[in-house]
């Protein structure tokens, strides 16, 4: 932890995140989207690369029930599963 | 008065046993060939002003080592900001420099080649009741890709409890290019009597992680939660908000 004795080396030193805390979800309103979530990560190995569909589900859950600011789903890092692609019709985005 | 004086300025000259039997050769011989009262004056009047020489000669050098002390006491105080500012400017101690910008999110591309475990740990303090655990023990991510994971907490009592918690990021190097973008940490969070909750934390690694030639070993990270009760009354500080 941050009590290193040593003046040389480095400690760690927490921040705060960006956008705050989350509220708890004390209703479980998205605890269905938490379970799709875990479920295809234990699927997959736990490879996060592979379920960002579940947890941008998950997070849009949130922001609609009043569990998280309202944020454009780019600011989230879910930029790619944003754009439509050109040929198909798209069912990934939102306004 | 006068002799105590010759020894005392005598003494503090290089080769002061030189020096003392020339000068009492030189009284001698001046006794001798002038007459006493003479000698008397006008060893004196050498004298005096010799002792006056040396007098502002010490008060120079006194106030220089006055003026010395002084500079270094002011120094001392004007370090801390001085060294603040160089600490945000070249990011020593693991003060925030890279990639702390929120624009960054949603621009950066995932570095695809570089894997890297992440692992969770959740302890809770000695008196703190709850049941916290992580949903997860591993996640794999890549650096540049948001991740989301889950804790669980069950309050197994029959009070409410409210808790507070501080995380931990190992290896500490790797800890300034783990950004979290949302999570449970630093604010209070109250669990009913038999509630249980889930609790994300939104974070990513930055892409900056894959080019510093000091992580280029590290392949697990693993970000450890602690949760505190947190009593009545209590104020904690917001770190990061604190310092700067």
Not at chain 1, 52 to 74: F, G, N, V
Not at chain 2, 46 to 56: V, Y
């Amino acid at each position: 932890m941050s009590t290193a004795m040593n003046f040389g080396s480095k400690s760690f030193k927490p921040r705060a995140p960006d956008k705050g805390a989350f509220p708890l979800d004390h209703f479980g309103e998205c605890k269905a989207f938490k379970d799709t979530f875990m479920k295809c990560l234990r699927d997959n190995h736990f490879d996060n690369s592979k379920c960002r569909l579940q947890s941008k589900d998950y997070l849009e859950c949130r922001m609609d029930h009043q569990l998280m600011a309202k944020e454009p789903l780019e600011k989230l890092g879910f930029r790619d599963l944003m754009d439509p692609p050109p040929s198909q019709a798209d069912k990934d985005s939102k306004p | 008065h006068l002799s105590s004086w010759l020894r005392g300025c005598i003494q503090m000259l290089p080769g002061g046993a030189v020096a003392r039997t020339l000068h009492f050769q030189a009284e001698d011989f001046l006794r001798r060939r002038l007459p006493a009262r003479l000698v008397t004056q006008s060893r004196g009047r050498k004298w005096r002003s010799q002792q006056d020489e040396w007098r502002t000669r010490n008060k120079t050098v006194l106030t220089y080592i006055a003026a010395a002390g002084v500079g270094m006491i002011g120094l001392s105080y004007a370090a801390v900001p001085l060294y603040r500012l160089y600490c945000q400017a070249s990011g020593l101690g693991g003060t925030a420099v890279a990639g702390h910008d929120t624009e960054q999110v949603a621009t950066m591309t995932p570095v695809k080649e570089r894997v890297i475990k992440v692992t969770f740990n959740a302890d809770t303090h000695a008196s703190m009741q709850w049941n916290f655990r992580p949903q997860q023990t591993e996640i794999f991510v890549v650096p540049g890709e948001t991740a989301l994971a889950f804790y669980r907490a069950k309050n197994p009592t029959d009070k409410p409890i409210i808790g507070i918690s501080t995380y931990n990021v190992v290896p500490f190097e790797a800890g300034q290019y783990f950004n979290k973008i949302q999570c449970f940490c630093f604010e209070e969070q109250r669990l009913n009597p038999h509630e249980e909750v889930d609790m994300p934390v939104f974070f990513y690694i930055d892409p900056e992680f894959d080019e510093d030639p000091r992580m280029a070993r590290v392949e697990t990270i693993t970000l450890s939660y602690t949760f505190f009760e947190a009593k009545e009354g209590q104020k904690l500080p917001l770190p990061g908000y604190s310092y700067n």
